[in-house]
């Protein structure tokens, strides 16, 4: 038996003396004893009795001699990103935005009538029925997406409903959610949305109030938002399943605690609010700064440690705890995900809308595997040494394709974060062992 490559280590964790291993593909854990860890480390397992060893393979710790890890990998990136048992659709209602926030990786494109028609609507509605029904599946997830997603909100009533009502008929699990900047959300809008079967909204805050509304302003007069949002969270939180998020930069940063307490004052602490989650501000290829779309996209090379104490600042507040390192493909490599811009034309990521070259079909056209589509779905292999080697190759998975665009003008490039996720995993493993 041999450690596997995908192995981290939080040194004295959850006490001196002790190492907490955690294995990025399998999300296996345990706890061992720093001079047995050396010892295996050595060639000498004899620190461990039989159980034990049995144990830390079936973890993914421990794997035979002889044993493929990269083969392994490989089966199981491809498992995951070829499950086509749920459809992941980000539905753009509309490009138009009532924010003129200066670091919107849409830009310009959010000026104009680019509003989704009921015609572009029914195609949408036909073209998610079908792809649902040619591949059985057994989960749709909608997300609403913008500019502004509730500027367009008959797209919304008329989606919503037609595809709760299909799910329904069909035993097919329906999952919706808008990710809002708050302003138009008032009482009245998120009933309205919620009889349409959304169940979430995930709303944009950058920092206490000032911060916020020098980011995030109206558009036409440079109004402030910050109040406005705050009062509609408070009229909303019994309706839908609130959320917040938010961007900043290295200079902000340090005013998220501020915020956390604003909210709680509020009365938006940790029973109010499903989750909080910040990420730093990402480049755009505009050449200004951009709102990270998710999880995925967050850059952790440099922020990593604002990140943790972010997290650590959450924790302290009741907010939530570390969440488990999770292995989370890019939609823009799996067979399931698909971006729906306001016009029915298709992309493999919303960071792509209206970029030439990067379309992959049409809603009110058959779905064909075209250039595009193909080089995303066919980026399966990480064969540069510098991937093969790493142990958090399963939680990077390349990085981002918009930043590798970004940064190297090649979508299909890697985005290495090698440092600031290990940074992250091992300050999180630390906390789970405590935990234990």
């Known amino acids: 038996m041999r450690l596997s490559k995908f192995n981290i280590k939080a040194i004295d964790a959850p006490e001196k003396g002790k190492m907490a291993v955690f294995n990025t593909l399998t999300r296996g854990m345990a706890i061992l004893e720093g001079s047995a860890l050396e010892g295996i480390e050595k060639g000498d397992s004899s620190g461990l009795g039989p159980e034990e060893i049995k144990s830390l393979e079936e973890l993914g710790i421990l794997i035979p001699e002889g044993f493929d890890e990269d083969l392994f990998f490989d089966v199981y990136y491809n498992q995951v990103r070829f499950d086509n048992t749920s459809l992941r659709i980000t539905l753009l209602t509309t490009l138009n935005c009532n924010f003129a926030c200066p670091y919107c990786y849409e830009g310009d494109l959010t000026y104009g009538k680019k509003q989704m028609s009921g015609e572009t609507a029914e195609d949408v509605i036909s073209w998610i029925k079908k792809r649902a029904i040619e591949g059985r599946v057994s989960k749709i997830r909608l997300e609403y997406l913008g500019g502004e997603p509730l500027m367009n909100l008959p797209v919304i009533e008329k989606t919503g409903h037609e595809l709760l009502n299909f799910c329904k008929e069909k035993g097919i699990k329906f999952v919706s959610i808008i990710i809002s900047n708050g302003y138009l959300l008032t009482k009245e809008t998120a009933e309205r949305v919620a009889a349409a079967g959304v169940e979430s909204v995930r709303v944009t805050i950058d920092g206490p109030e000032e911060i916020h509304n020098s980011y995030r302003f109206l558009r036409g007069d440079g109004g402030k938002t910050y109040r406005t949002i705050i009062k509609n969270l408070q009229e909303c939180k019994d309706v839908l399943s609130l959320s917040i998020c938010g961007t900043y930069t290295k200079e902000t940063g340090e005013h998220i605690p501020r915020l956390l307490d604003d909210l709680m004052e509020a009365g938006l602490g940790p029973d109010s609010i499903h989750k909080v989650q910040f990420g730093p501000m990402m480049p755009s290829d505009t050449g200004g700064k951009a709102a990270n779309f998710d999880k995925r996209c967050i850059p952790m090379d440099g922020y990593h440690d604002m990140i943790i104490k972010g997290n ?77 080697r790493c142990n958090v190759l399963p939680l990077c998975l390349g990085g981002c394709r918009y930043m590798a665009l970004v940064q190297k003008g090649n979508f299909h490039n890697l985005d290495c974060q090698q440092e600031g996720i290990e940074a992250i995993t091992v300050e999180t493993v630390r906390r789970m062992a405590k935990e234990l």
Do not use: Q, W
Not at 360 to 375: I, P, Q, T
């Open 312 to 388: 650590e600042e959450l924790i302290r507040r009741g907010y939530g705890n570390y969440a488990e390192p999770e292995f989370c493909p890019c939609p823009a490599v799996c067979s399931g995900d698909y971006t729906i811009n306001y016009d029915g034309a298709l992309y493999k990521c919303p960071c792509l809308v209206d970029h030439p070259g990067y379309e992959v079909g049409h809603v009110a056209k058959e779905l064909n595997y075209n250039a595009e589509m193909v080089r995303c779905l066919g980026y399966n292999t990480f064969e540069n040494e510098r991937c093969r």
